[in-house]
C-alpha cells in the first residue's frame, strides 16, 4: 500500500494556527479510518482525532476537541488537521495513522493492532 505522507508542519508563534495535511492515497476511500496522533518530547504517542469514511463521523481524544478540527476528503484522498491556538506544549512530531473500519466511537490507542503510519511532521511552538 502507498505511505501515508504528512505535510504542513514547521514553527510558529504561541497563539497560531497550523494546518496539517495527509496524503492518504487509497486509504482515503473505502472502509479505512483516518487519524492523527502526536508525540512529544519524552512522551507517549498521544491520540488526538479520528474521522470515519462518512466523514460526519469524528471523534477526538480528550482535551483535543476545543482547538483541535480533523476533516477528510475522499475525492483528494486526504485528511487535514487544524490546530488552532497553538501553545509550546503542543510541540511534538505529528503522525498520520490510518486503519481498517467503517465507524470510530472511541479513543484510538497507538498500539492497535493494524495501524499504518506515516514518518510524522514536526511542529514546533514557541513562546
Known amino acids: 500500500q502507498a505511505p501515508l505522507i504528512e505535510s504542513g508542519g514547521g514553527l510558529v508563534q504561541a497563539g497560531s494556527s497550523l494546518r496539517l495535511s495527509c496524503a492518504a492515497s487509497e486509504r482515503a476511500s473505502g472502509a479505512w479510518i483516518l487519524g492523527w496522533f502526536r508525540q512529544g518530547p519524552g512522551k507517549e504517542r498521544e491520540f488526538i482525532a479520528a474521522i470515519g469514511p462518512a466523514t460526519t463521523n469524528r471523534y477526538y481524544g480528550h482535551f483535543m476537541k476545543n482547538r483541535f478540527t480533523i476533516s477528510r476528503d475522499n475525492t483528494k484522498k486526504t485528511t487535514d488537521l487544524q490546530m488552532d491556538n497553538l501553545q509550546p506544549e503542543d510541540t511534538a512530531v505529528y503522525y498520520c495513522?490510518?486503519?481498517?473500519?467503517?465507524?470510530?466511537?472511541?479513543?484510538?490507542?497507538?498500539?492497535?493492532?493494524?495501524?499504518?503510519w506515516g514518518r510524522g511532521t514536526q511542529v514546533t511552538v514557541s513562546s
Open positions: 495513522a490510518a486503519k481498517r473500519g467503517s465507524y470510530i466511537g472511541n479513543d484510538w490507542n497507538a498500539g492497535d493492532e493494524g495501524t499504518s
